[in-house]
């Protein structure tokens, strides 16, 4: 008989939702993170004048090889591919004696750029506020990167702060045209980008700095207004024929019924991966945030449902876990903090030895029980009680996991609880499009869209109201 398969929405309550409350909360908070990012970054400026050659001649096979792998065409903003321009650097760039950045120098580069992006959590729960709070962008297929411009080229690396490509573009100081163009020697600009390589374009999501000036602390909403009118600009360069890679801002809607189908369905240059959903106010704050989701269904991406490298479906739903230490023998997801979903038999871990390093990626089926969230305490009835009661967080307990083998270590992170989830729900009782505009709907009828404009218009510049606040910060 076969065992019937609960609902995932059934028992993870909302987990996601009060995260998100808790996440705009400690934004104040989240500023000094941010500082500290900028000025690591500037510390770490010099890298823009050293020559780039070693570390993409030691980082192509690897990336090729990363490419290769099941486990990243999961999830394929984190595919490692080998970079198609990389090699097309001028003898001029060719570094001399004493240049070249050492092994470790190397990966602290890539440490610090892999903590640069603010990376989304999958949409497992529909925001409340959808229609009033949110955005909707399309989302391309492709890999998620870091673009650098400064000092006359172009930088852009991946989601795991290795190379991908250096090149000219018509970014403000990202090429030998567009350098000097004000501003002294240390202003650049830093983007957040998908890059296509059907239309060797890079999609840019979200920006960080432009010329110089930040944009972390600044909500979603000035950015947004900020990033569409710069970019306006600069249409000349940003299109120019000379540069063979071109940088795009997507669309971005506001989480209107109208919106959400504008996102899915209407025409775009590219092959849709599911939509991107990002809040209005939130900073921009690298790292891990419920603030900014990702939804796909099988009409508006070809990795809905995790496959295999051949693209087919794997039989179970298979996750991928870090081995966290000796003492406790917990594997774990990749959010932060990790959550322990389970734990290694004491004879596997004497057997393996040495071998089984804190770190370690391991990979596991997923069964029928899923993953276990603890219940809240049942009191009595009353108003006050059921109101603490609604306030008990449930939270991740375990989950029904079978070891099948070493994952694939050049993947580079374990997957989120957020991923796992969703995961559970594509196979499952997956989030429909027609749920996404009906809860749009919903939230849309408690409350004025907060945007200036046609419903299911593409936001360029949104309310000048609104972006007081940010402007001044930026001026200070």
């Known amino acids: 008989m076969t065992e019937r398969r609960r609902d995932p929405r059934s028992f993870i309550g909302n987990y996601q939702e009060r995260r998100r409350l808790a996440a ?33 001649e030691d980082i192509e096979g690897r990336l090729a090889t990363v490419a290769a792998s099941s486990e990243d065409l999961q999830d394929h903003s984190d595919i490692q591919m080998s970079p198609s321009s990389s090699s097309s650097l001028k003898a001029q760039d060719s570094p001399t004696a004493g240049q070249y950045l050492g092994q470790q120098q190397r990966k602290e580069l890539w440490h610090h750029w892999a903590s640069q992006l603010m990376n989304p959590e999958w949409l497992i729960e529909i925001p409340t506020d959808l229609a009033t709070e949110w955005y909707v962008l399309p989302r391309p297929e492709g890999q998620r990167c870091t673009v650098l411009a400064s000092k006359g080229r172009t930088i852009s690396r991946l989601r795991n702060g290795i190379l991908f490509e250096n090149f000219q573009s018509g ?85 209107t019924p109208s919106g959400i189908q504008a996102a899915y369905s209407d025409p775009v240059t590219f092959i849709r991966d599911g939509l991107y959903f990002i809040h209005r106010r939130t900073q921009y704050s690298p790292g891990q945030t419920p603030l900014a989701l990702t939804w796909k269904d099988a009409a508006s991406s070809r990795f809905f449902i995790d496959t295999d490298a051949k693209g087919v479906v794997h039989p179970e739903q298979q996750v991928v876990l870090q081995y966290a ?61 059921q109101q603490q009661q609604q306030q008990q967080e449930m939270h991740p307990v375990g989950a029904d996991l079978k070891f099948i083998g070493v994952a694939n270590q050049r993947r580079g992170r374990a997957d989120t609880l957020s991923k796992i989830l969703f995961q559970m729900m594509a196979r499952r009782q997956p989030i429909r499009i027609d749920m996404l505009k009906t809860a749009a709907s919903d939230s849309e009828s408690r409350g004025l869209v907060g945007v200036e404009g046609q419903e299911g218009e593409s936001i360029g510049i949104v309310g000048r109201d609104n972006l007081n606040a940010d402007d001044n910060r930026m001026n200070d």
Not at 25 to 53: F, G, M, N, V, Y
Not at 174 to 187: A, F, I, P
Not at 361 to 384: H, R, Y
């Open 24 to 56: 705009l909360e400690r934004q104040q908070s989240a500023r000094s993170k941010a500082i500290d990012s900028r000025r690591r970054l500037d510390d770490l400026s010099l890298i823009t004048d050293l020559p780039l050659r070693e570390e993409e």
């Open 171 to 255: 970014l403000p100081y990202g090429s030998r045209e567009t350098y000097g163009e004000g501003g002294g020697q240390s202003n650049y600009s830093l983007l957040d980008c998908i890059y296509h390589a059907a239309t060797e374009t890079y999609y840019i999501i979200d920006m960080m700095i432009w010329r110089g000036r930040e944009l972390y602390d600044c909500t979603t909403e000035f950015r947004f207004f900020w990033m569409h009118s710069k970019l306006e600009e600069e249409p000349a360069n940003l299109l120019a024929t000379t540069h063979r890679k071109q940088c795009v801002p997507l669309p971005a809607y506001p989480a």
């Open 325 to 385: 230490h000796v003492p406790s023998r917990g594997v774990c997801t990749a959010d932060e903090p990790a959550i322990p979903l389970g734990t290694m038999p004491e004879q596997f871990v004497e057997k393996v030895g040495a071998k089984l390093k804190p770190g370690r990626l391991l990979k596991f089926t997923l069964g029928s029980g899923g993953v276990e969230f603890s219940s809240p305490i049942k009191i009595d009835n009353t108003e006050q009680q």
